[in-house]
């Protein structure tokens, strides 16, 4: 049982239910609903998700062992040896393309399709560049954000045209993705990533720790709220520019759960104490937030119930997973 748990661990089990689902958001943008289409998608991006997890973990693990929190990490603990890690990031490779050939079998191999695997191969690259060298490579966030985009486009270019929409999402998904490891993962890393020499964004603008206290200088806050508030513009772009239908309830609720993750990021931004447990909380409250912002712009597209099952299924698969790994809500092992 206990090595059940240790993979589970290293696959991100509890948080698949958010990381696997931007494909199917992005063919549900070109009209796509069918079920067995969408889970076949779901499937894809969990493969795309848990390699580029498990080859992070393999490539940090010196890292890791600085950090007396991190020490229950499967790789670190030694409960999952390095050996077993990269044969699972082999596996996922393998059947990412075979769930891809499952997905368009008995379709013709059109330019939007071709398409669609080179975006996938290019997600691949980018991701395992990030992953084994990007912490020599100040900006390399950068390549991850463009990684995630891809796999994101993959599920839209599967089916057809993308859409303003998708194109939209696109850039939403590089945002969150930039957020994510340059302003998050920075601020969360700071109190160690210079020991091991690392070269990022966050240690390049002047983000550093001194015993308990932690500084963020104004350029990288403004970085960060930059990032967010041309998310937030993004959402509301289709309703003001391009003509997309909207009800008021659905604009309220949107803005409402965009401040909601500006407050959240604000919060972190402004910590002056370097607590990892606090870093820890804002940030796994700005993700549920976030993750809730699409499915909210989508209701005039897609109805309510579609919106409200994209919603809840990332939520209630992490509260699921979550206790049955010995995990703490909102505070994610990272």
């Given at each position: 049982?206990?090595k059940?748990s240790?993979y589970?661990?290293l696959m991100?089990i509890?948080g698949l239910?958010?990381?696997?689902?931007p494909?199917?958001i992005a063919?549900?943008t070109?009209?796509v609903y069918?079920?067995y289409n969408?889970l076949?998608l779901f499937?894809i991006?969990?493969f795309?998700?848990?390699?580029?997890?498990?080859?992070?973990?393999y490539?940090?693990v010196e890292l890791d062992?600085?950090i007396?929190?991190l020490h229950?990490?499967p790789?670190?603990?030694g409960d999952?040896?390095r050996?077993?890690a990269?044969?699972?990031?082999?596996?996922?490779?393998?059947?990412?393309f075979?769930?891809?050939?499952?997905?368009?079998?008995?379709?013709?191999?059109?330019?939007f399709k071709?398409a669609?695997?080179?975006?996938i191969f290019l997600?691949?690259?980018l991701?395992?560049?990030?992953?084994?060298?990007?912490?020599?490579i100040?900006g390399?966030?950068f390549?991850?954000?463009?990684?995630?985009?891809?796999v994101f486009?993959?599920g839209a270019?599967s089916?057809g045209i993308?859409?303003i929409l998708?194109w939209?999402i696109?850039?939403l998904t590089f945002?969150?993705?930039l957020h994510?490891?340059?302003?998050?993962?920075?601020i969360k890393?700071?109190?160690?990533?210079?020991i091991?020499?690392?070269?990022?964004?966050?240690?390049?603008?002047?983000?550093?720790v001194?015993?308990n206290?932690?500084?963020i200088?104004?350029h990288?806050?403004?970085?960060?709220?930059g990032?967010?508030?041309f998310s937030a513009?993004?959402?509301f772009?289709?309703?003001?520019f391009f003509?997309?239908e909207?009800?008021l309830g659905?604009?309220?609720?949107?803005?409402?759960?965009?401040?909601?993750?500006?407050?959240f990021?604000?919060k972190l931004l402004?910590?002056k104490t370097?607590?990892?447990g606090?870093?820890?909380?804002y940030?796994?409250?700005q993700?549920?937030?976030?993750?809730?912002?699409?499915p909210?712009m989508l209701?005039?597209?897609?109805?309510?119930?579609?919106?409200?099952?994209l919603i809840?299924?990332p939520?209630v698969?992490?509260?699921?997973?979550?206790?049955l790994?010995?995990?703490?809500l909102?505070?994610?092992?990272?």
């Amino acid at each position: 049982m206990n090595k059940i748990s240790a993979y589970a661990k290293l696959m991100r089990i509890p948080g698949l239910g958010a990381l696997a689902i931007p494909p199917v958001i992005a063919a549900i943008t070109v009209g796509v609903y069918d079920f067995y289409n969408l889970l076949i998608l779901f499937v894809i991006g969990a493969f795309a998700a848990i390699y580029g997890f498990i080859l992070n973990d393999y490539a940090d693990v010196e890292l890791d062992k600085l950090i007396k929190e991190l020490h229950g990490k499967p790789l670190v603990s030694g409960d999952i040896s390095r050996k077993n890690a990269v044969a699972i990031c082999i596996f996922c490779i393998l059947f990412s393309f075979l769930f891809i050939f499952i997905l368009w079998y008995g379709k013709t191999l059109d330019s939007f399709k071709f398409a669609a695997l080179i975006c996938i191969f290019l997600a691949g690259v980018l991701g395992s560049i990030y992953n084994l060298y990007g912490k020599k490579i100040a900006g390399s966030d950068f390549l991850v954000a463009v990684s995630m985009s891809f796999v994101f486009l993959f599920g839209a270019l599967s089916f057809g045209i993308p859409t303003i929409l998708t194109w939209i999402i696109f850039l939403l998904t590089f945002n969150q993705t930039l957020h994510m490891n340059a302003v998050e993962g920075g601020i969360k890393d700071s109190d160690h990533d210079f020991i091991m020499g690392v070269n990022n964004i966050a240690l390049r603008s002047g983000v550093k720790v001194d015993g308990n206290k932690i500084f963020i200088p104004r350029h990288f806050k403004a970085f960060g709220m930059g990032i967010r508030l041309f998310s937030a513009f993004l959402l509301f772009a289709p309703f003001v520019f391009f003509g997309y239908e909207y009800n008021l309830g659905q604009i309220i609720v949107l803005a409402v759960a965009t401040l909601g993750v500006i407050y959240f990021s604000i919060k972190l931004l402004s910590i002056k104490t370097f607590d990892r447990g606090a870093i820890r909380k804002y940030i796994g409250l700005q993700s549920f937030l976030r993750y809730s912002l699409v499915p909210i712009m989508l209701v005039s597209v897609i109805g309510i119930l579609y919106s409200v099952i994209l919603i809840i299924f990332p939520i209630v698969w992490y509260i699921i997973f979550t206790p049955l790994l010995g995990e703490k809500l909102f505070k994610p092992r990272m």
